[in-house]
Protein backbone atom coordinates (compact mmCIF):
# COMPACT_ATOMS: atom_id res chain seq x y z
CA UNK A 1 0.00 0.00 0.00
CA UNK A 2 1.26 3.54 -0.89
CA UNK A 3 1.68 5.64 1.52
CA UNK A 4 1.46 9.58 1.85
CA UNK A 5 3.24 12.11 4.17
CA UNK A 6 2.22 15.83 4.67
CA UNK A 7 4.78 18.26 5.67
CA UNK A 8 4.83 21.88 5.85
CA UNK A 9 1.72 23.22 7.90
CA UNK A 10 1.98 26.03 10.19
CA UNK A 11 0.43 28.97 11.96
CA UNK A 12 0.91 32.12 9.71
CA UNK A 13 -0.64 35.75 9.47
CA UNK A 14 -3.21 36.77 6.79
CA UNK A 15 -1.66 37.84 3.62
CA UNK A 16 1.33 35.54 4.50
CA UNK A 17 2.65 32.07 2.51
CA UNK A 18 2.97 28.46 3.25
CA UNK A 19 3.98 25.58 1.25
CA UNK A 20 3.09 22.20 1.65
CA UNK A 21 4.56 18.74 0.15
CA UNK A 22 3.23 15.19 0.29
CA UNK A 23 5.54 12.61 0.30
CA UNK A 24 4.86 9.64 -1.11
CA UNK A 25 6.51 5.72 -0.67
CA UNK A 26 6.64 4.67 -4.30
CA UNK A 27 6.93 5.90 -7.63
CA UNK A 28 4.52 7.99 -8.82
CA UNK A 29 3.26 7.09 -12.58
CA UNK A 30 2.23 10.00 -15.24
CA UNK A 31 -0.97 8.52 -14.71
CA UNK A 32 -1.78 9.47 -11.41
CA UNK A 33 -3.55 12.12 -9.82
CA UNK A 34 -2.15 13.82 -6.58
CA UNK A 35 -4.62 15.88 -5.03
CA UNK A 36 -5.27 18.30 -1.88
CA UNK A 37 -8.21 18.34 0.75
CA UNK A 38 -8.83 20.66 3.72
CA UNK A 39 -10.78 19.83 6.56
CA UNK A 40 -11.97 22.66 8.94
CA UNK A 41 -13.61 22.13 12.24
CA UNK A 42 -16.99 21.12 12.52
CA UNK A 43 -16.73 20.73 8.63
CA UNK A 44 -16.73 18.18 5.39
CA UNK A 45 -13.11 17.56 4.04
CA UNK A 46 -13.14 19.76 1.02
CA UNK A 47 -11.51 19.74 -2.63
CA UNK A 48 -8.59 22.05 -2.32
CA UNK A 49 -6.47 21.45 -5.84
CA UNK A 50 -5.20 18.57 -7.76
CA UNK A 51 -3.15 17.66 -10.75
CA UNK A 52 -2.14 14.31 -13.21
CA UNK A 53 1.90 13.89 -12.67
CA UNK A 54 2.69 13.66 -16.14
CA UNK A 55 0.57 15.84 -18.13
CA UNK A 56 0.01 18.98 -16.04
CA UNK A 57 -3.57 19.25 -16.13
CA UNK A 58 -4.99 21.02 -13.01
CA UNK A 59 -8.08 21.38 -11.10
CA UNK A 60 -8.76 24.16 -8.66
CA UNK A 61 -11.58 25.25 -5.97
CA UNK A 62 -12.84 28.56 -6.80
CA UNK A 63 -12.00 29.51 -3.57
CA UNK A 64 -8.56 29.30 -3.65
CA UNK A 65 -7.80 29.82 -7.66
CA UNK A 66 -5.09 32.47 -8.03
CA UNK A 67 -3.69 31.84 -4.79
CA UNK A 68 -2.31 28.35 -4.69
CA UNK A 69 -0.81 26.28 -6.68
CA UNK A 70 -0.27 22.90 -7.22
CA UNK A 71 3.05 21.27 -8.41
CA UNK A 72 5.67 18.44 -8.63
CA UNK A 73 7.80 19.05 -5.50
CA UNK A 74 11.32 19.76 -5.52
CA UNK A 75 12.19 15.78 -4.44
CA UNK A 76 11.44 12.68 -5.87
CA UNK A 77 8.09 11.28 -5.64
CA UNK A 78 6.91 14.72 -3.96
CA UNK A 79 4.33 16.81 -4.99
CA UNK A 80 3.81 20.73 -3.41
CA UNK A 81 0.76 22.91 -2.37
CA UNK A 82 2.05 26.78 -2.51
CA UNK A 83 -0.08 28.72 -0.57
CA UNK A 84 -0.33 32.63 -1.12
CA UNK A 85 -2.14 35.35 0.50
CA UNK A 86 -3.55 33.28 3.02
CA UNK A 87 -6.30 33.94 4.53
CA UNK A 88 -8.26 33.05 7.93
CA UNK A 89 -11.09 31.15 5.92
CA UNK A 90 -7.95 29.00 4.81
CA UNK A 91 -7.31 27.35 8.90
CA UNK A 92 -7.81 23.69 8.10
CA UNK A 93 -6.31 20.63 8.44
CA UNK A 94 -4.50 19.76 4.35
CA UNK A 95 -4.66 16.35 3.08
CA UNK A 96 -2.70 14.87 0.31
CA UNK A 97 -4.19 12.35 -1.59
CA UNK A 98 -3.59 10.13 -4.69
CA UNK A 99 -6.08 9.06 -7.10
CA UNK A 100 -6.38 8.20 -11.14
CA UNK A 101 -9.36 10.60 -12.37
CA UNK A 102 -8.63 14.39 -12.24
CA UNK A 103 -11.68 15.26 -9.92
CA UNK A 104 -12.73 17.11 -7.05
CA UNK A 105 -14.91 14.31 -5.64
CA UNK A 106 -13.83 12.63 -2.37
CA UNK A 107 -14.04 9.22 -3.33
CA UNK A 108 -12.15 9.36 -6.56
CA UNK A 109 -9.11 9.12 -4.24
CA UNK A 110 -7.94 6.23 -1.86
CA UNK A 111 -4.55 6.68 -1.07
CA UNK A 112 -4.63 9.68 1.90
CA UNK A 113 -1.74 11.43 3.97
CA UNK A 114 -1.94 12.07 7.77
CA UNK A 115 -3.23 15.83 7.52
CA UNK A 116 -0.84 18.78 8.11
CA UNK A 117 -2.24 21.71 10.25
CA UNK A 118 -2.79 25.00 8.58
CA UNK A 119 -3.63 28.18 10.97
CA UNK A 120 -3.90 31.55 9.37
CA UNK A 121 -4.47 34.46 12.51
CA UNK A 122 -3.65 37.73 13.55
Known amino acids: QVQLVDSGGGSVQPGDSLRLSCTTSGRIFSSAVMAWFRQAPGKERDFVAAFRWGAGQTLYADSVKGRFTISRGGAANTAALQMNSLKPEDTAVYYC???????????????WGQGTQVTVSS
Open 97 to 111: ARGVDLSSTLSSYRD
